[in-house]
């Protein structure tokens, strides 16, 4: 059995992945893989790593809810981007609809990208609305936001 096999060996190098930062379950096992870790000794190490409170899906989706937040990331892309890593649409709804207001982190995006007027002619709608689109905001809130006035 070499050292990337044992159970002890796989938890050790995942804690060491996790102490940098939080991980899902789905992105510390492919992190595992990809380092040569076997597969059932990756199950195994996970699982004690989640037992032993090292591994918490609920904390990390509070973080990356936090973190994407604040760097102007809306509540859909967020939700792709969680989804991708493999986690409960349960727990991401959870934690998405337990974030500070949405509205909020619109109107300071817009406002930072594109002053406080509101757009001057069509074209500018459209392209402020595709801009906060992409960054995951519904499309009722950004035309509540473009059709503002201050």
Do not use: N
């Amino acid at each position: 059995m070499s050292g990337l096999d044992s159970v002890e060996a796989v938890e050790a190098l995942g804690l060491r992945l996790l102490a940098s930062r939080e991980h899902s379950r789905l992105e510390l096992a492919c992190k595992l893989a990809a380092r040569g870790c076997e597969r059932d000794a990756v199950d195994l190490a996970l699982d004690r790593l989640a037992r032993s409170g090292a591994l918490d899906e609920s904390r990390f989706v509070a973080a990356y809810v936090e973190e994407r937040a604040r760097k102007g990331f809306g509540p859909l892309r967020i939700h792709a981007e969680l989804e991708a890593r493999g986690l409960s649409d349960a727990l991401i709804e959870t934690h998405l609809s337990d974030h500070a207001d949405w509205e909020d982190g619109l109107a300071q995006l817009h406002d930072r990208r594109f002053g406080h007027a509101p757009p001057e002619d069509r074209a500018e709608y459209v392209r402020r609305g595709r801009f906060l689109e992409q960054r995951g905001f519904p499309m009722e809130m950004i035309r509540r936001r473009l059709h503002r006035t201050d």
